[in-house]
């Protein structure tokens, strides 16, 4: 299995926008996924009964494979990157919630008390005090949601969009390995460079975390 | 909307669709046998790893990443690569199923060891247990939660991800969402579709079953 280097340097404008398009889908799906799992979280922290079935829930649409979601939506959204991006968002919402959840249990009482004490407002105390003491967990499902995703992309080529995943079914094809040798390595290489910023952006949110010297 | 329910379930539900080679029956038991020889595949790898790596605390490292690299493998293309360079075989379906199950058994294990009380270490070792002793009779019955969360997972992942196969020419309940998407055969598809979304759910809650019933006398 040899690589054709000519065919990349002909094809740097469509791997470029490949990339890009991958991207963009994967990062919609985190980007609405939070949106949805946010406030969920928030109702499955402070409502007890709804936590086991919110948790639940979200497990149970982890379980239906990606391929069949992206299927199933097939009757509502067409073969369309709306179709993508709703898939992907169900994926990771079984990261986002329970990192979510799990980020506003470790908040401690002691502290939501204090700013009890000082006459903050319950929103307030959400927005101030507990979402930020949280935002290390969260980010740390923010961040695996974010890998998960751009993998899960290149899935959606079945169903005609995929970004990088185009290259897989070019390749098989046309029994040509360079395509498929490219959107591997891409695919890798975007989640990587994604992770490596969201530690990036996680260090300059949460200054308190960081030991002083 | 309603028509394709319709058909959807007299799809499912008529008994020519059961029967035959290319028949429910028959491809539900390709998939299965896809599924769980890579799951066990898979454990035969992962499992010796994440035990020695949370036995002995070295390349704890490696398995952290490995589990990302893991996880950010697209596997349609790890398919088509290695269907690309070996063939027509099973290879490609197994290599990428196996791939994609490991690092989930791997990191499980490594974090059940490493939730492991130090202290019930130091006791057992203490008492005069061999290092085996210490792994088998008091590691790895306390670990065995966390390995069998990341079993269920592993298996759930590699049951959804079998679809792939036919998208190489092999079987199993894939076969309905490849040649439906061929033939824009929608019914087909989705038919095969829920099939697979129905074994992965039967196989998790089966597990689940298996794991309360092991963990029966254990407190929550």
Known sequence: MTIDWSWIGDHTDDLTTLTVSHLQAALSAVFFGLLISLPLAVVAHRVRPLRGFLLGLSNVLFTIPSIAIFVLLLPVSGLTRTTTVIGLTVYTLVVLLRNTVEGLDSVPVKTKEAAKAMGTRPFRTLLTVELPLALPVIMAGVRIATVMSISLVSVATYIGDGGLGQLFTDGFQRDFPTPVIAGVVLTLLLAVVADALLVAVQYVLTPWTRRRA | ?220
């Open chain 2, 1 to 220: 909307m309603y028509e394709l329910f319709k058909d959807l379930g007299s799809w499912l539900t008529s008994g020519d669709q059961w029967s035959g080679y290319d028949g429910i029956a028959h491809r539900l038991a390709e998939h299965l046998q896809y599924s769980l020889l890579a799951t066990l595949i898979a454990m035969a790898i992962g499992l010796p790893l994440g035990l020695l790596i949370g036995h002995t605390g070295r390349g704890a490292f490696v398995a952290i990443n490995l589990a990302s690299f893991g996880r950010a493998l697209p596997t349609v293309g790890l398919v088509v690569l290695v269907f690309l360079a070996s063939g027509l075989s099973m290879w490609p379906v197994y290599i990428a199923l196996v791939a994609l199950a490991v690092p989930s058994i791997v990191t499980n294990t490594y974090a059940g060891m490493t939730a492991v009380d130090p202290d019930v270490k130091d006791a057992a070792r203490g008492q005069g247990m061999r290092w085996h002793q210490v792994l088998f009779q008091v590691e790895l019955p306390l670990a065995l939660p966390l390995i069998m969360t990341g079993l269920r997972l592993a298996l759930i992942q590699v049951v959804a991800t079998a679809t792939i196969a036919a998208y190489v020419s092999f079987g199993g309940l894939g076969r309905y969402v490849f040649d439906g998407l061929a033939q824009r055969d929608l019914v087909q598809v989705m038919g095969g579709a829920v099939l697979v979304a129905v074994v992965a759910i039967a196989l998790d809650l089966a597990l689940s079953g298996v794991q309360r019933f092991l963990f029966r006398h254990r407190p929550a």
